[in-house]
């Protein structure tokens, strides 16, 4: 194996897109389920790898194990258990569910899995861009831009939409912008759960993807009594 001197600089959207949308495309139809071989990790977080050919419960096992790693980590508090778990029975059936439904084929492919600005670099030597420190496996392609949209990391929208241009959204692709949505709520979890003091800044964001999402496909799935946002934020 080679040591590799990085430059501490991450690529722009172009180039990381491309690559990004390559490994997807290259590695689509490896597998006909999605899942892992072999036991990794998300920073501290073991990954429940498996195989599963229903990617909606896959991602479910996967976003409840980072909450529960949270919750070891940070405690809970009633509004953030209570809208996870109006999330995990509403929402993600509602938006997970169709990709493999009336007849539509979602083909998993490799993700790097934490595909964020600390693990991405150039090469001192070439200037080509590098990547490292994956938390692989095999799942839908736009579950990696997820990271993209989250409040630590540096790729802003300009990257999400390069992505777009080289990987066209999964059908119905009309809710594209809300899947993305619900796949960066993991890589807030895992940041809130993984960092030393990153709860506090990460949690409401959280919550206010969460609410956005109930708000909009299970308006009337609360019955706490204690209703959910009044409106909803972009």
Not at 195 to 205: D, I, K, M, N
């Amino acid at each position: 194996m080679e040591f590799l001197h990085l430059i501490s600089e991450h690529p722009d959207p172009e180039t990381i897109s491309t690559i990004t949308a390559d490994l997807h495309r290259r590695s689509a139809g490896e597998t006909e389920e999605f899942g892992f071989p072999v036991p990794n990790c998300h920073g501290k977080i073991i990954q429940p790898n498996g195989w599963d050919s229903d990617w909606s419960r896959y991602f479910t096992d996967l976003i409840t194990t980072f909450y529960n790693a949270d919750i070891a980590v940070n405690g809970t508090e009633a509004t953030y258990s209570r809208l996870f778990e109006l999330l995990r029975q509403h929402v993600i059936p509602r938006l997970l569910k169709p990709l493999q439904a009336e007849g539509r084929v979602l083909q998993p492919c490799l993700v790097h899995g934490d595909l964020w600005h600390e693990n991405t670099g150039l090469n001192e030597g070439t200037y080509e861009p590098m990547v490292y420190d994956a938390s692989a496996f095999y799942g839908h392609n736009e579950y990696e831009v997820g990271t993209w949209r989250t409040v630590f990391v540096a790729f802003d929208e300009s990257y999400r939409s390069q992505y777009r241009l080289h990987y066209p959204p999964s059908e119905p692709s009309e809710e594209w912008e809300d899947r993305n949505r619900l796949y960066s709520i993991p890589f807030n979890i895992t940041h809130s759960a993984g960092w030393l003091g990153a709860a506090e800044t990460t949690r409401p964001r959280i919550i206010e993807d969460m609410r956005f999402l109930i708000n909009k496909y299970a308006p009337n799935a609360d019955d706490s009594g204690n209703g959910l946002a009044p409106e909803m934020h972009g």
